[in-house]
């Protein structure tokens, strides 16, 4: 390296390696490395080396990222160093929003008509969902859908009759034929034909490119075949191109990224300098091993040299556990242990939790809803998902392109104005058939121009003239006075539509149950308009440069550019960047999550099915995806494994082959001590300040368990032998648990305790987490939302109870507003009656303490250990015990069933008493209404078996009314006699 070389700024932070590819005079660059290596790193040097060094114009340089996440990522580091003018002129962004730029600007010279809309993945689905019916196509419109999408992704959009190899099912060319004259004619192009067509720009008009100078691309691997194409378009002035990418990353095949693209580079440029990056600067050198011996299973793949840098670290967890619903508490525990061990170092916003797929998010947001923790999700469906905010976008849509018939279709109704869906679906028919748009044919109707096959009521038509068409066409007036007028904004369109349509109201009338929510969103969707209109208030950053004796549509509507956002916005949320940022545990989709890491990082359902998937064809892939999960991790790496998939009890799942021929010996079986030394390396490789172990305890809580040891290690399958039913602690309506008189309990009707109609805790997922967002924070869910679920849930459970109970009173004494805690009982592990805590390992004390003791100073009780109190000898209650060999649960006053380990939190040494008290009828009592205790059997005369179940219940109601928050691992609870 030369002397600049070593002086220049930008060259200080990189290893020789990364400064090779930086400073390389070669045209084309590949860098081929493995995870952590510094490709993104290097990438973003070299775009500012090719400005500051090279003299490039920004907006000469054209660089595409596989999310929009990593594109406002690259954007950020880039404006740190070349300062937030230059950053907004480099085209940097997804291959689609580059090319939607693109064809907005200079669409009209392969006849595009500049206002084209985007047709999402829901608008998609819906058309072609129409034409299969409408023609009774024996195909899968989901089918359809990839197919048309993979086709299109080849290449091959432009004539798709010409494809020489018939499909299986001729109805699929007629389907994507009709499905793309849709398109045309409601001047939407979808997300592939963005790419698609782009092509064809730069093919027919390549001046529009001419002054692109450097193509650099990130991710490389996961490019299709009509990416290849645009990035070589692009870069057809100068082939200048530069790719990063790693084939052991590979992750979408599904969505036809072609690995062999790495091989066509070298191919169609065979003097393209290659470069690779053997260093791993991310993550522990155990995280590192252990996410090798995974890959390393692929024979067939591309071998690499991949080296840690840093040292050692904590080993990998691979845990099991009973179930989903245990997998995410044990999941909750860990967070929480590990943020309070690490004092402030490490924060929530430090956490992923990566899922193979959306659907398994369900267990974890429980856990994280119960225990209070916000997060926010990526690669779930979002914010602009939400049933209120899609209602407005598609007016928005409407009125500024009458011509989506989509998006008309979906507002007709809404608010319901009288007209039904088989007359929609009527209308709809007869624009397709009359090649006309639903709005033409809908303004033909009301004008009676027109003699109309579908026959819509007087009544109706008045209502569709007077509430829609006039709306919509007043509110188009303003969008254009919008263009015209910088005084009328965006945000003022909005409101002025949400007051025609009465919006407030109409929420309030139609979800009755959650309609402040629901407006609340909508005040957030104000905001982000709000926020979108100050953003791209200078419309010149938007533009492309202007090229000589090249024309340009300028475009000047605010309201298409903030569609086109929306609809582009579809893998990124929009981070809170106000002044109080909360610390999120994040919450993504493996796919999601590529590119990106985190200190540390879950990867749960690490099973057969789960991952491999039960549905995937490359088991390759599959393994690629487990690879990509583990390498985000930078100092702590947990995976976990349920007995039974999240399909409940049922599903009992073996461990992933991927892990399964090496997981003892790779993997600790429970989380690490986070003793001073694992901490100082934490601390050393994420390059942050430890606290000191005087502040990390002080701010322990009571009752905190320092231990991964709240969860057995070895979870027995027990359902069998304990005769428990097979429920995870829900179950849907309607179903009945086994009355307890089949299982042996005490056959008196005290006893016969009737069924609460438990509801599982959570219908969200992932793909369903509009109704649990939470309105500050767009795409985010709050555990607040999810607490007021759970509420919601139980009073409906509550209110179902007592009409059952006014049906078939006299089978239990319970009063009405008592809940039996049987309810409950199945989320808690029998097993754990038998589970021993580990011994050792108990929580040190800081230093300081110690010495305070030893002199002789104030006793302060910084932790101690509980044990159960001896039995009282000779009691009948005793003998009846051994008798039965039912020693799990003690008959004796509150005490703890096992040793266990807490922390005191006050100085006075009081430790909160572990126990709670219950009504023999199953009413939980908490210490403080301890006075209306109304007992009328005694604990003594219970069989084992009742005593068991009640044991269970207490111990559950304790976690879920956040009683003893930090203790209520339920073999800590004591049961307390009440007569
Ligand atoms: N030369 C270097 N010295 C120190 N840290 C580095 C260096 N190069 C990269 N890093 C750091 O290593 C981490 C990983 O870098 P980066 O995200 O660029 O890797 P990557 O190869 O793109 O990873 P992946 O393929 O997994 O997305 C980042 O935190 C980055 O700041």
Same mark, same amino acid.
């Given at each position: 390296?030369?002397?600049?070389?070593?002086?220049?700024?930008?060259?200080?932070?990189?290893?020789?390696?990364?400064?090779?590819?930086?400073?390389?005079?070669?045209? &084309?660059?590949?860098?081929?490395?493995?995870?952590?290596?510094?490709?993104?790193?290097?990438?973003?040097?070299?775009?500012?080396?090719?400005?500051?060094?090279?003299g490039?114009?920004?907006?000469?340089?054209v660089?595409a990222?596989?999310?929009?996440?990593?594109?406002?990522?690259?954007?950020?580091?880039?404006?740190?160093?070349?300062?937030?003018?230059? @950053?907004?002129?480099?085209?940097?962004?997804?291959?689609?929003?580059?090319a939607?730029? *693109?064809?907005?600007a200079?669409?009209?010279?392969?006849?595009?008509?500049?206002?084209?809309?985007?047709?999402?993945?829901?608008?998609?689905?819906?058309?072609?969902?129409?034409?299969?019916?409408?023609?009774?196509?024996?195909?899968?419109?989901?089918?359809?859908?990839?197919?048309?999408?993979?086709?299109?992704?080849?290449?091959?959009?432009?004539?798709?009759?010409?494809?020489?190899?018939?499909?299986?099912?001729?109805?699929?060319?007629?389907?994507?034929?009709?499905?793309?004259?849709?398109?045309e004619?409601?001047?939407?192009?979808?997300?592939?034909?963005?790419?698609?067509?782009?092509?064809?720009?730069?093919?027919?008009?390549?001046?529009?490119?001419?002054n692109?100078?450097?193509?650099?691309?990130?991710?490389?691997?996961?490019?299709?075949?009509?990416?290849?194409?645009?990035?070589?378009?692009?870069?057809?002035?100068?082939?200048?191109i530069?790719?990063v990418?790693?084939?052991?990353?590979?992750?979408?095949?599904?969505?036809?990224?072609?690995?062999?693209?790495?091989?066509?580079?070298?191919?169609?440029?065979?003097?393209?300098?290659?470069?690779?990056?053997?260093?791993?600067?991310?993550?522990?050198?155990?995280?590192?091993?252990?996410?090798?011996?995974?890959?390393?299973?692929?024979?067939?793949?591309?071998?690499?040299?991949?080296?840690?840098?840093?040292?050692?670290?904590?080993?990998?967890?691979?845990?099991k556990?009973?179930?989903?619903?245990?997998?995410?508490?044990?999941?909750?525990?860990?967070?929480?242990?590990?943020?309070?061990?690490?004092?402030?170092?490490?924060?929530?916003?430090?956490?992923?939790?990566?899922?193979?797929?959306?659907?398994?998010?369900?267990?974890?947001?429980?856990?994280?809803?119960?225990?209070?923790?916000?997060?926010?999700?990526?690669?779930g469906?979002?914010?602009?998902?939400?049933?209120?905010?899609?209602?407005?976008?598609?007016?928005?849509?409407?009125?500024?392109?009458?011509?989506?018939?989509?998006?008309?279709?979906?507002?007709i109704?809404?608010?319901?104005?009288?007209?039904?869906?088989?007359?929609?679906?009527?209308?709809?028919?007869?624009?397709?058939?009359?090649k006309?748009?639903?709005?033409?044919?809908?303004?033909?109707?009301?004008?009676?121009?027109?003699?109309?096959?579908?026959?819509?009521?007087?009544?109706?038509?008045?209502?569709?003239?007077?509430?829609?068409?006039?709306?919509?066409?007043?509110?188009?007036?303003?969008?254009?006075?919008?263009?015209?007028?910088?005084?009328?904004d965006?945000?003022?369109?909005i409101?002025?539509?949400?007051?025609?349509?009465?919006?407030?109201? *109409?929420?309030?009338?139609?979800y009755?149950?959650?309609?402040?929510?629901?407006?609340?969103?909508?005040?957030?969707?104000?905001?982000?308009?709000?926020?979108?209109?100050?953003?791209?208030?200078?419309?010149?950053?938007?533009?492309?440069?202007?090229?000589?004796?090249?024309d340009?549509?300028?475009?000047?509507?605010?309201?298409?550019?903030?569609?086109?956002n929306?609809?582009?916005?579809?893998?990124?949320?929009?981070?809170?960047?106000?002044?109080?940022?909360?610390?999120?545990?994040t919450?993504?989709?493996?796919?999601?999550?590529?590119?990106?890491?985190?200190?540390?990082?879950?990867?749960?359902?690490? *099973?057969?099915?789960?991952?491999?998937?039960?549905?995937?064809?490359?088991?390759?892939?599959?393994?690629?995806?487990?690879?990509?999960?583990? &390498?985000?991790?930078?100092?702590?790496?947990?995976?976990?494994?349920?007995?039974?998939?999240?399909?409940g009890?049922?599903?009992?799942? @073996?461990?992933?082959?991927?892990?399964?021929?090496f997981?003892?010996?790779?993997?600790?079986?429970?989380?690490t001590?986070?003793?001073?030394?694992?901490?100082?390396?934490?601390a050393?490789?994420?390059?942050?300040?430890?606290?000191?172990?005087?502040?990390?305890?002080?701010?322990?809580?009571?009752?905190f368990?320092p231990?991964?040891?709240?969860?057995?290690?070895?979870?027995?399958?027990?359902?069998?032998?304990?005769?428990l039913?097979?429920?995870e602690? *829900?179950?849907?309506?309607?179903?009945?648990?086994?009355?307890?008189?089949?299982?042996?309990?005490?056959?008196?009707?005290?006893?016969?305790?009737e069924?609460?109609?438990?509801?599982? @805790?959570?219908?969200?997922?992932?793909?369903?987490?509009?109704?649990?967002?939470?309105?500050?924070l767009?795409?985010?869910?709050?555990?607040?939302?999810?607490?007021?679920?759970?509420?919601?849930?139980?009073?409906?459970?509550?209110?179902?109870?007592?009409?059952?109970?006014?049906?078939?009173?006299?089978?239990?004494?319970?009063?009405?507003?008592?809940?039996?805690?049987?309810?409950?009982?199945?989320?808690?592990?029998?097993?754990?009656?038998?589970?021993?805590?580990?011994?050792?390992?108990?929580?040190?004390?800081?230093?300081?303490?110690k010495?305070?003791?030893?002199?002789?100073?104030?006793?302060?009780?910084?932790?101690?250990?509980?044990?159960?109190?001896?039995?009282?000898?000779?009691?009948?209650?005793v003998?009846?015990? &051994?008798?039965?060999?039912?020693?799990?649960?003690?008959?004796?006053?509150?005490?703890?069933?096992?040793?266990?380990?807490?922390?005191?939190?006050?100085?006075?040494?009081?430790?909160?008493?572990?126990?709670?008290?219950?009504?023999?009828?199953?009413?939980?009592?908490?210490?403080?209404?301890?006075s209306?205790?109304?007992?009328?059997?005694?604990?003594?005369n219970l069989?084992?078996?009742?005593?068991?179940?009640?044991?269970?219940?207490v111990?559950?109601?304790?976690?879920?009314?956040?009683?003893?928050?930090?203790?209520?691992?339920?073999?800590?609870?004591?049961?307390?006699?009440?007569d």
């Amino acid at each position: 390296m030369s002397t600049a070389q070593a002086e220049n700024p930008i060259l200080r932070s990189l290893n020789a390696a990364q400064r090779r590819a930086v400073t390389s005079n070669a045209s &084309t660059v590949a860098i081929l490395a493995g995870p952590g290596s510094g490709k993104t790193h290097t990438l973003t040097s070299r775009v500012v080396w090719l400005v500051q060094q090279t003299g490039y114009q920004p907006s000469d340089i054209v660089v595409a990222t596989f999310t929009v996440k990593a594109a406002r990522e690259m954007k950020e580091r880039i404006g740190k160093v070349l300062g937030p003018e230059c @950053e907004r002129k480099i085209v940097l962004g997804t291959f689609h929003s580059i090319a939607r730029r *693109y064809l907005s600007a200079y669409g009209k010279h392969i006849g595009l008509d500049s206002k084209f809309g985007i047709a999402d993945d829901g608008d998609s689905r819906a058309i072609i969902q129409r034409i299969c019916k409408r023609h009774d196509f024996n195909i899968d419109p989901g089918f359809a859908r990839s197919w048309i999408s993979k086709k299109k992704a080849k290449g091959h959009a432009t004539e798709p009759a010409s494809n020489k190899k018939q499909p299986e099912n001729p109805s699929l060319n007629e389907c994507y034929r009709e499905y793309q004259e849709h398109l045309e004619r409601s001047n939407l192009l979808d997300y592939d034909d963005l790419l698609v067509r782009c092509v064809e720009l730069l093919r027919e008009y390549p001046a529009c490119v001419s002054n692109i100078q450097a193509v650099l691309i990130d991710e490389y691997q996961d490019t299709n075949g009509i990416q290849y194409d645009l990035m070589k378009l692009f870069a057809q002035a100068r082939q200048r191109i530069t790719i990063v990418g790693d084939p052991d990353q590979s992750i979408y095949g599904w969505r036809s990224a072609e690995i062999r693209n790495l091989y066509r580079l070298l191919r169609d440029y065979p003097e393209t300098d290659e470069i690779s990056l053997e260093e791993n600067y991310r993550s522990s050198q155990s995280i590192l091993d252990v996410s090798l011996t995974v890959i390393q299973q692929d024979k067939k793949r591309y071998q690499k040299v991949l080296l840690p840098v840093h040292t050692k670290g904590a080993r990998p967890v691979l845990r099991k556990l009973k179930s989903s619903a245990a997998e995410g508490d044990w999941i909750v525990s860990e967070i929480k242990r590990a943020v309070m061990m690490f004092g402030d170092m490490l924060t929530y916003e430090d956490v992923a939790i990566l899922l193979r797929s959306a659907s398994l998010s369900r267990h974890i947001e429980a856990a994280l809803g119960k225990a209070g923790l916000a997060y926010r999700m990526i690669g779930g469906h979002k914010f602009y998902e939400r049933k209120e905010i899609k209602i407005l976008l598609d007016y928005l849509r409407a009125i500024y392109q009458p011509d989506n018939n989509d998006a008309i279709a979906r507002i007709i109704n809404v608010p319901r104005r009288g007209i039904g869906d088989t007359t929609i679906k009527r209308l709809i028919e007869e624009a397709e058939q009359q090649k006309m748009s639903l709005w033409s044919l809908l303004r033909k109707h009301c004008q009676g121009t027109r003699k109309a096959t579908t026959k819509i009521l007087p009544k109706m038509e008045q209502k569709l003239n007077t509430e829609l068409l006039r709306l919509i066409s007043n509110l188009q007036t303003q969008a254009q006075q919008i263009t015209e007028n910088s005084q009328q904004d965006l945000v003022s369109l909005i409101e002025k539509l949400l007051s025609q349509l009465n919006f407030k109201q *109409y929420l309030e009338s139609e979800y009755p149950e959650d309609h402040e929510q629901r407006w609340q969103s909508v005040q957030e969707f104000l905001s982000l308009a709000n926020d979108f209109v100050r953003d791209s208030a200078n419309l010149e950053d938007e533009l492309l440069p202007e090229i000589e004796n090249v024309d340009q549509v300028k475009d000047d509507s605010i309201l298409g550019r903030f569609l086109a956002n929306v609809a582009l916005a579809s893998d990124a949320q929009k981070n809170d960047d106000g002044a109080e940022k909360k610390s999120l545990i994040t919450i993504s989709t493996i796919h999601a999550a590529k590119g990106l890491e985190w200190p540390i990082v879950f990867v749960p359902s690490v *099973y057969a099915g789960s991952i491999p998937h039960s549905r995937a064809e490359d088991l390759d892939e599959e393994r690629r995806l487990l690879y990509v999960a583990m &390498t985000r991790a930078q100092v702590l790496l947990y995976l976990s494994c349920p007995l039974y998939g999240s399909q409940g009890m049922g599903t009992k799942v @073996e461990l992933s082959p991927f892990v399964s021929p090496f997981a003892s010996a790779a993997f600790a079986k429970q989380g690490t001590s986070f003793n001073r030394p694992v901490l100082e390396v934490v601390a050393k490789i994420l390059g942050r300040d430890l606290p000191s172990e005087k502040a990390i305890f002080a701010k322990l809580p009571a009752m905190f368990s320092p231990e991964d040891n709240l969860f057995p290690v070895d979870p027995v399958d027990t359902r069998d032998a304990e005769g428990l039913d097979d429920s995870e602690g *829900y179950r849907p309506k309607g179903t009945k648990r086994q009355r307890l008189n089949n299982q042996g309990y005490n056959n008196d009707d005290e006893e016969a305790v009737e069924e609460r109609p438990w509801q599982k @805790e959570y219908s969200t997922t992932m793909e369903q987490a509009s109704s649990f967002t939470m309105a500050s924070l767009p795409g985010f869910v709050s555990a607040g939302a999810h607490q007021n679920a759970l509420s919601a849930a139980a009073a409906e459970a509550e209110k179902a109870a007592a009409a059952k109970k006014a049906v078939k009173m006299g089978t239990t004494r319970r009063k009405a507003d008592q809940t039996s805690l049987l309810g409950f009982l199945p989320a808690v592990d029998p097993s754990l009656a038998k589970h021993k805590l580990a011994s050792g390992n108990a929580l040190n004390r800081p230093s300081s303490i110690k010495k305070e003791d030893e002199e002789g100073g104030s006793k302060k009780r910084y932790h101690c250990f509980s044990s159960s109190p001896p039995r009282p000898a000779g009691t009948e209650d005793v003998k009846e015990e &051994t008798a039965t060999q039912e020693a799990s649960v003690p008959d004796r006053p509150a005490s703890s069933f096992h040793r266990t380990t807490f922390v005191s939190a006050t100085a006075r040494g009081g430790v909160r008493p572990t126990r709670a008290a219950f009504s023999t009828s199953g009413r939980m009592l908490k210490p403080a209404d301890a006075s209306i205790s109304t007992s009328t059997r005694s604990w003594r005369n219970l069989s084992p078996q009742s005593r068991r179940y009640i044991a269970y219940g207490v111990a559950t109601c304790l976690a879920v009314d956040g009683y003893l928050v930090y203790n209520y691992a339920p073999w800590i609870v004591g049961l307390e006699k009440r007569d």
